[in-house]
């Protein structure tokens, strides 16, 4: 695993971006890349808010008055004894991922899908009893190996949120990946080009072409509508909501920083709120209570 090359991958993403307006530079492979390097080397996540994933706020808030949760995921991979607290505030290890994914079947919940929740919002199309959508954003490798597997075993669907611009380079899901995915029944969103800020762009060209060509590249390489969008950070402005539905996407995700987690209508499609999942199956118990 390149973990070295990824870190400042990621560093880019979240602390680099801030200062760059947004740009996303990803390094080139490194055959020298090592474990102890990316361990040694982690902040990531630094610029990320605190959200609604910390345990505090989960002890405190349960999904019971939620109609559809939707759920975020980042990272799903074994834990390392260097990982920050920013990490950690993110990061499930397979075992904890797979408790939760068991947990929801056993409460009375049932995985949908953003197609059903559009269904169910715009035609009036029956949910199932006690809905909940999965999510993972920006296409990290490590969703296939770890949680791919899990999400088979319980027969869930999910929607990967993928950036476009390292797609195939190490660290990161490659179109095979994809290919494979969607053919067991998951669905792939757009997550930008570059994961930029959106709303510090101001070349208007460069804006469409983050939401737009990424929607493009998707469609073009996988042969398959990509009907869902995920805002990079969150983050989104009027502006931004309609050049999403110019470019015809049928919904777009925010994230737990949203406004409308609570309560979805019409009008709120593109954008809904979410929740990223708690790290430990006893905080995503709480916010899970059985059904």
Do not use: C
């Not at 493009?216 to 989104?236: K, M």
Request: aromatic share 12%; charged share 15%; net charge negative.
């Amino acid at each position: 695993m390149p973990f070295l090359a990824r870190t400042k991958i990621l560093l880019t993403l979240l602390g680099v971006a801030l200062m760059s307006g947004g740009v996303f530079l990803w390094v080139r492979d490194s055959d020298e890349a090592s474990e102890a390097q990316f361990r040694n080397s982690q902040a990531l996540y630094a610029e990320v808010p605190a959200t609604a994933s910390s345990t505090a706020d989960a002890l405190a808030t349960s999904t019971a008055n939620m109609p559809v949760p939707i759920l975020v995921y980042h990272i799903v991979r074994p834990a390392y004894p260097t990982d920050s607290r920013a990490v950690t505030a993110l990061a499930h290890t397979p075992q904890v991922f797979d408790a939760e994914m068991k947990y929801l079947g056993d409460a009375g919940y049932r995985v949908t899908t953003f197609v059903a929740l559009e269904a169910h919002l715009r035609d009036g199309a029956p949910l199932p009893a006690n809905p909940v959508i999965i999510s993972f954003d920006d296409g990290w490798s490590d969703q296939f190996t770890y949680a791919f597997p899990i999400l088979e075993k319980y027969h869930y669907p999910a929607t990967f949120f993928v950036f476009t611009n390292p797609i195939g380079h190490h660290g990161f899901l490659s179109w095979n990946d994809l290919r494979v995915m969607l053919a067991a029944g998951m669905t792939i969103g757009s997550h930008t080009r570059s994961h930029p800020f959106l709303t510090k762009i101001t070349d208007p060209a460069r804006l469409w072409d983050e939401i737009d060509g990424s929607k493009v590249t998707l469609e073009r390489n996988l042969g398959i509508a990509v009907n869902e969008f995920a805002y990079p950070f969150g983050q989104y402005d009027p502006a931004i909501i309609r050049l999403v539905e110019k470019a015809g996407y049928q919904a777009a995700r925010g994230d737990a920083l949203s406004r409308n987690a609570a309560a979805p209508t019409l009008s709120q499609l593109y954008m809904l709120g979410a929740l990223n999942a708690p790290t430990t199956t006893a905080a995503f118990m709480l916010r899970f209570p059985q059904r």
